[in-house]
Nanobody, 115 residues
């Protein structure tokens, strides 16, 4: 069955960096664009990044543009989110997802940015 497993979250100081990974299985990963979302406490889930199936194109909201970079390795069925210059407001649970006939989500990984 489809599985998306995020990892790499943790506690980091403002200005620091983290790299999240999302390991995919149960579907033809290389056929699908992949997305990262996040949800902060008490807030709605927010789009963070998207990468096309080939990795040729990426998309970001203004809130993370220039600080976050999404990438993928189709040979490893893994999508990454490199997060630099982290801010306190980046604190959230980060999820990877893709859309087929349904939306498939991982369980998320917690990123806490705090001094």
């Amino acid at each position: 069955q489809v599985q998306l497993v995020e990892s790499g979250g943790g506690l980091v100081q403002p200005g620091g960096s983290l790299r999240l990974s999302c390991a995919a299985s149960g579907f033809r990963f290389s056929n699908y664009g992949m997305n990262w979302y996040r949800q902060a406490p008490g807030k709605e889930r927010e789009f963070v990044a998207r990468i096309t199936w080939s990795g040729d194109s990426t998309y970001y909201p203004d809130s993370v543009k220039g600080r976050f970079t999404v990438s993928r390795d189709n040979a490893k069925n893994t999508v990454y989110l490199q997060m630099n210059s982290l801010k306190i407001e980046d604190t959230a649970v980060y999820y990877c997802m893709f859309r087929d006939h349904l939306d498939y989500w991982g369980k998320g990984t917690l990123v806490t940015v705090s001094s």
